[in-house]
């Protein structure tokens, strides 16, 4: 997509920006800085810091710091998870439930420029820190998962509970806010969340400080060290520094042994197709360079594959790269036995805008060097192991499908024949919700690009399977809607073969994928180009129940009389009064108490409740056990069907 300023809407609505651009306006110069002489670092690991009851809980603060990004680099504001980008890791065991608490402690303003001008900003309160988390890949209950208007603002917390029910995988957790969340990815919120099972931990597999997680991102600066971004939306905007765990072209040291590594696509943009190569010390590539070892892909982005796939093999000149999209990940294993004293260069041949492997098309923004990887001249003992069959899995026939659904992706273009916008079966965000499949149902959904990108589109709920990629004529389908294919179907790509939540679209083809929906509630699918999703590229769908009771209207939408929240008795109340509230059906609720600032006061409900009426009571105390002042107080019922507030008056 061509990248442009020009807006369909522009004599509509005026342009408001609220960051101004730094005193410096001089862009760095890339080639200034010297590459490979800063260690690549691991973000630590998170404890708890208590219970809720027997569950542990995390605190997590989502703060605006100033982080050394690169040696000759001055400090570069960031916005970070506790301090730090990548934030820390969450290592948490398969089946074991945990609460977090994500405090917003960003300053009331944003850090990059705001573009109030695009549809997901209107009435978003301006350059407002919004944020809201959300699970990439997480098998979460719909008020958990980062709903895009669920958003708090600086000073306030919210509570999410994450039940782990998955199998080992290696998932991560980032900011989700409508109209921002590429300002907020860019600004540097984003952290892994790695769930493991005793399975997979007993597998032999490189563990310890032979596990790494590597988050491949890019950014774009001043010369006085500040982020760069466009104060306009662009349809896609390409950093042309490589940061690599929040650190400028990175150096590794490694033993000369297996390391089993994470790698997360988690730039905004931009695709990568990743390759080790000789070099010397210095990062430079022969012409005649040798390849480096080859990757071991154990795991797709939800667990562990039947059978593991090899990339780069040096020994196949056939052996493809590892390509990522926005927002996938890649277990991998990497051997570098033998390889004592020798250097690598993670390197990147992915074009930009990505149109598709081999795909001619000029590159706007080429980032060929990433990290530099020194493997160390010593002897070691590696007992660790690279298992062949991982995971059994058992393929989704699409045969036994409830429903097949089409989802068109069409690029829509201003006068000049500029791209403005990318819509989803000609549905903006806000348009009422078309996708209402039913709880468990399984359905095949058939991803129609008529565009010339390729896009990684994420389904937030469900794994699904790729089933298959088939050609079609895009010029009839354009004119006509109907769907002419031109070639057979072809299988999924090497290292496909699993349960996925991103899987690349290409243009000119029908990508088939297969899933289960196995929770009610609301939940979203879009590209995970960030600026694509922010910019219409981003649907709603709404799981519903199988056998709806009577008073389910609207396909499925349950009626506001099954889902109920009354006023609270007594009111006004002096030392203690009663809510009644009701659900439909079992599902997670939460019942919390906020003052009339907005902030919580008291969480009275978090947990799941069986269908049917309810009653809390509340004694007119904060979260600590501590009195609150006389006022007014609000209290807000959030469940899969949605939410519900009431104002009840405290006396003293």
Not at 336 to 355: E, S
Request: aromatic letters at 10%.
């Amino acid at each position: 997509m061509k990248k442009t300023v020009t807006f369909a809407w522009a004599v509509l609505l005026p342009i408001v920006l609220f960051c101004a651009t730094p005193a410096s306006a001089q862009l760095l110069d890339p080639s200034t800085l010297t590459k490979y002489i800063d260690p690549l670092p691991q973000p630590p690991v998170r404890t708890p810091s208590g219970l809720i009851g027997t569950t542990p809980v995390y605190d997590v603060h989502v703060r605006q710091v100033n982080q050394k990004l690169h040696s000759e680099l001055d400090s570069t504001t960031v916005f970070t998870f506790d301090g730090m980008t990548p934030g820390p890791t969450f290592l948490v065991n398969s089946g074991a439930p945990i609460y977090v608490r994500y405090w917003n402690d960003l300053p009331l303003h944003h850090l990059l420029p705001v573009d109030t001008m695009i549809p997901a900003m209107m009435g978003m309160g301006g350059d407002k820190s919004r944020f809201v988390s959300h699970l990439h890949g997480g098998d979460v209950p719909a008020i958990y998962d980062g709903w895009p208007f669920a958003t708090i603002d600086p000073g306030q917390m919210t509570t999410y509970w994450y039940p782990n029910s998955q199998k080992a995988a290696t998932l991560w957790y980032h900011d989700h806010s409508m109209g921002i969340t590429r300002l907020n990815a860019y600004a540097g919120i984003a952290g892994f969340y790695i769930i493991v099972d005793p399975g997979e931990r007993g597998m032999g597999m490189p563990a310890g400080p032979y596990e790494l997680g590597i988050a491949l991102q890019d950014r774009q600066f001043y010369a006085n060290g500040q982020l760069y971004y466009p104060e306009m939306w662009e349809p896609e905007h390409f950093g042309d520094v490589a940061l690599v765990n929040g650190v400028i072209w990175p150096r590794l040291e490694v033993e000369p042994r297996k390391y089993r590594i994470h790698f997360l696509a988690g730039g905004n943009d931009r695709f990568w197709n990743i390759k080790l190569l000789a070099c010397d010390s210095l990062g430079n590539v022969p012409v005649e360079s040798l390849g480096g070892p080859a990757f071991y892909q154990v795991g797709t982005e939800q667990g562990l594959v039947p059978t593991t796939a090899v990339f780069n093999d040096p020994l196949n000149p056939l052996s493809p790269r590892l390509l990522m999209g926005p927002g996938k990940r890649f277990d991998v294993i990497i051997d570098f036995a033998g390889k004592n004293g020798q250097y690598f260069l993670m390197h990147n041949d992915a074009r930009t805008p990505f149109k598709g492997v081999g795909n001619p098309a000029d590159d706007e923004v080429p980032l060929p060097e990433l990290f530099l990887v020194h493997v160390k001249d010593t002897i070691v003992t590696d007992l660790s192991v690279i298992p062949m069959t991982p995971r059994v899995f058992s393929p989704m026939d699409p045969l036994r499908a409830d429903m097949t659904r089409d989802v068109v992706m069409e690029e829509m273009m201003d006068s000049l024949g500029n791209p403005v916008m990318i819509m989803l079966n000609g549905k903006s965000f806000m348009d009422p919700v078309t996708e209402l499949p039913r709880l468990n149902d399984m359905e095949v959904w058939r991803w129609i690009n008529t565009t010339e990108d390729v896009h990684p589109m994420h389904m937030h709920l469900v794994q699904f399977q790729v089933v298959d990629r088939q050609p079609f004529d895009m010029d009839t389908f354009m004119l006509t809607r109907r769907i002419v294919f031109t070639g057979p179907a072809v299988p999924p790509e090497l290292g496909e073969v699993g349960w996925m939540d991103t899987q690349n679209a290409p243009p000119g083809y029908v990508t088939r994928t297969i899933a289960r929906f196995n929770r009610l509630g609301d939940y979203v699918y879009h590209c995970h180009i960030l600026a694509h999703e922010e910019n219409e590229m981003m649907r709603p769908f709404r799981v519903v129940p199988r056998n709806p009771k009577k008073g389910v209207a609207d396909a499925g939408i349950v009626a506001a009389r099954d889902f109920t929240l009354s006023r609270s008795l007594p009111d006004p109340f002096q030392g203690r009064t009663s809510i009644s509230y009701g659900v439909p059906f079992e599902q997670h609720v939460q019942l919390k108490v906020y003052n009339s600032a907005g902030q919580e006061v008291r969480t009275l409900v978090n947990q799941v409740v069986g269908g049917g009426s309810h009653i809390a009571a509340w004694d007119a105390t904060d979260n600590t056990g501590a009195p609150v002042a006389a006022g007014t107080y609000f209290y807000k019922l959030s469940t899969t069907a949605g939410m519900q507030t009431q104002k009840t008056t405290l006396l003293r």
